[in-house]
C-alpha cells in the first residue's frame, strides 16, 4: 500500500471529563490525519485502586464504544487510536488501543503487554498481560506501532515494533506525580519519561507520538494522595527532535507535520538496524529479573 | 564482594595529543576512584580513512600500552578504564575497552560488538565484532558494563548488560561532527546522542558514564573534511539526571559522585525489570534488517 510522505498528527491532551467529541472535531478542522487520544480516557483512571465493581467498565469489541468511536473517524475521515477496557469474548480483560482507520473500519488492535503493579497503578489487578504481541497495525497513512504507557519504558518493545515495520510509533499514556513527592524527584521522574520515550524515535528513527492525561484525579479507595497527570504530551521526529509539547496542566489539542521521509535520510547517515547483533542478544529472552514467564 | 555505595567517577575529555598521564594523575589527586578515557584515546581517530598501514597500530594485551596504564591505576589506586586497538595472538582485530582494577590488575577487557562502517568512520575495516559477549566486569567498586561508541545506539546492549548484573553502564566513545552540516543537524545529531544514553540510564535504572573526545582531527586520507568531535561527556543518574557534563571545546576532567543506593530507590518506585515480557522478546534474536548473522 502506497502511504504519504507527510501526514498531520495530532493529540488530546484531555482531563477526566473533557468533551473528547467536541476536541476530536477541532482537531479534524484544524486537518488533522491522525488523532490520538490518551489512555483509557472515557473513564477515570480506575486502577489507583482494586475494585472489582470497576470489572463493569469493561466492554467488548465491536461494543457502545468502539462504534461511537469508529463513527467519528468516518465522520472526520481520520485515523483515530482510542484506548478501551476490553473485555474478550472468552471473558478475559485487556488494556487495548484500538485504530480506525479513515472509513470507520477497525484497523487492528494492540493489547498492552507490559502490566503495572505498584500504588495507584494497579492493572494487574485489572488486566491481563496482552496476548497479541508487538505487531504495528497497517492504515492508509503508513504502519502504526502502538505502545501503551508502562511500555514506554522497554526499549524493547519499540525495537520489535521497528523490526515488525512500523513507521511510527504511538504512546497512549496515563502517568503522573505522586502529589506528595518533593519538587526534584518530580523532575526527575517527568524528565526520566520525556528521555526514554524520544529515545525509542532515536534508537529506531522512526517519529514518536505521546498521548498523557493532565489533571489531578483522586484515588477512589482513599488510600492515597491521587494523581497529578503531569501531561507534556508530545511528538517527536526521527533523530527525538521535538516538533511540538505540550505543558503539564494545558488540556489541548497538539499537532504536528510529519515527514515519514526523514526516517530514510536519518538511516541513511546512522543506519543501526544494519548492524544488530542478533547472536549476542539471546540472553534478552532469558529468565533474568523476570516475573512473568510464559515461554 | 562487597562494594561502596556511594564512589568519584571521573572521565578525561580530551583531545588528540593531550598529556593524558597528567591528566589521570590530577583526576586522580581530586579523589576519583574510577577514570574513564575516550575510545582509542592514544592515536588520533585513524578509522576516518582505510588504511592498511594503521593495523601497526594494534598491540597485544598484555603489552606496552596496557602496561603503562596498569602501572598508573596501581600508582594511583583508582579503578581505570582504557581503550585500545586490541591484536589477538590468533592475529585478529578488535576495538577493545580494558578494565584495571585498583591493584592494576586487569580486571577484564570488553570488546566493540557494533561495529560502524559509513563514511568517516570506517571501523569494519580495521575491526571484527566483538566476541565476548555483554559481560560487565567485576571490579573491587562495583561491576562495570563497559560498552564502546557505536554500541550507544542499541538498547539491547545496555539492557544485557543491566541483566547480567552491572551497577554502572561506561561508554568511552569517539563521535563529533561532520564540519559541512548545518548548525540545525549539528544540534539534533548531539542531543539525539545525549538522549539515547541518558534513557539507557532511565531503562534500567543505573548511572551512566559517558567520556568523547573533543576537538578536530583531519581526515588522514583526504576525502573528507575530518571530524569535529562533539566532546559533552556525561555522567548521569539511575533516572538519566545529569549530575555533570562538559561542553563541545572543553578539554577538562569531569567529576560526579555516584550513589549507587539510588539505583535500589529507583527500581523500588518503578520496577520495570520485574515485567519484561520475555515470551514476546522472540523476534528481537532473529534475522530483521540485520546484516551480521552469526549464530
Known amino acids: 500500500m502506497s502511504t504519504p510522505n507527510t501526514l498531520n498528527a495530532a493529540l488530546l491532551q484531555?482531563?477526566?471529563?473533557?468533551?473528547?467529541?467536541?476536541?476530536?472535531?477541532?482537531?479534524?478542522?484544524?486537518?488533522?490525519?491522525?488523532?490520538?487520544?490518551?489512555?483509557?480516557?472515557?473513564?477515570?483512571?480506575?486502577?489507583?485502586?482494586?475494585?472489582?465493581?470497576?470489572?463493569?467498565?469493561?466492554?467488548?469489541?465491536?461494543?457502545?464504544?468502539?462504534?461511537?468511536?469508529?463513527?467519528?473517524?468516518?465522520?472526520?475521515?481520520?485515523?483515530?487510536?482510542?484506548?478501551?477496557?476490553?473485555?474478550?469474548?472468552?471473558?478475559?480483560?485487556?488494556?487495548?488501543?484500538?485504530v480506525f482507520?479513515?472509513?470507520?473500519?477497525?484497523?487492528?488492535?494492540?493489547?498492552?503487554?507490559?502490566?503495572?503493579?505498584?500504588?495507584?497503578?494497579?492493572?494487574?489487578?485489572?488486566?491481563?498481560p496482552g496476548d497479541l504481541g508487538f505487531e504495528p497495525i497497517q492504515t492508509s497513512i503508513g504502519k502504526i506501532g502502538v505502545l501503551i504507557c508502562w511500555d514506554q519504558w522497554?526499549?524493547?518493545?519499540?525495537?520489535?515494533?521497528?523490526?515488525?515495520?512500523?513507521d511510527i510509533l504511538v504512546y497512549p499514556t496515563a502517568i503522573g506525580w505522586d502529589p506528595v513527592d518533593d519538587e526534584d524527584e518530580k523532575q526527575r521522574q517527568l524528565d526520566a519519561w520525556i528521555i526514554v520515550q524520544r529515545a525509542h524515535a532515536v534508537a529506531n528513527s522512526l517519529p514518536v507520538i505521546v498521548c498523557n492525561r493532565t489533571g489531578f484525579e483522586k484515588d477512589p479507595g482513599g488510600n492515597t494522595s491521587g494523581i497529578d497527570f503531569w501531561g507534556n504530551s508530545f511528538i517527536c521526529g526521527p533523530q527525538g527532535e521535538l516538533l511540538g509539547s505540550l505543558n503539564a496542566t494545558q488540556s489541548s489539542i497538539l499537532s504536528a507535520r510529519i515527514d515519514l521521509n526523514r526516517t530514510d535520510e536519518v538511516r541513511h547517515v546512522w543506519p543501526y538496524l544494519l548492524d544488530r547483533r542478533i547472536d549476542g542478544y539471546h540472553d534478552l529472552i532469558q529468565q533474568k529479573l523476570t516475573n512473568r514467564i510464559k515461554k
Chains 1, 2 share one sequence.
Not at 522497554?154 to 512500523?166: D, K, N, Q, Y
Request: hydrophobic letters at 35%; charged letters at 20%; one cysteine or more.
Open 154 to 166: 522497554f526499549p524493547e518493545a519499540a525495537r520489535l515494533m521497528t523490526l515488525a515495520g512500523a
Open 101 to 128: 482507520d479513515t472509513d470507520g473500519q477497525l484497523a487492528g488492535r494492540y493489547r498492552k503487554m507490559h502490566i503495572p503493579e505498584g500504588p495507584n497503578y494497579y492493572e494487574q489487578y485489572y488486566f491481563s
Open 14 to 98: 484531555i482531563s477526566h471529563g473533557d468533551d473528547i467529541d467536541a476536541k476530536l472535531s477541532a482537531a479534524a478542522k484544524q486537518g488533522a490525519h491522525l488523532i490520538v487520544l490518551p489512555e483509557l480516557h472515557d473513564h477515570p483512571y480506575f486502577c489507583q485502586t482494586k475494585d472489582p465493581q470497576h470489572f463493569a467498565l469493561a466492554e467488548s469489541i465491536p461494543g457502545p464504544c468502539t462504534s461511537h468511536y469508529s463513527q467519528l473517524a468516518r465522520q472526520h475521515s481520520v485515523v483515530l487510536i482510542i484506548s478501551i477496557f476490553e473485555k474478550t469474548n472468552t471473558r478475559h480483560f485487556h488494556n487495548t488501543a484500538v
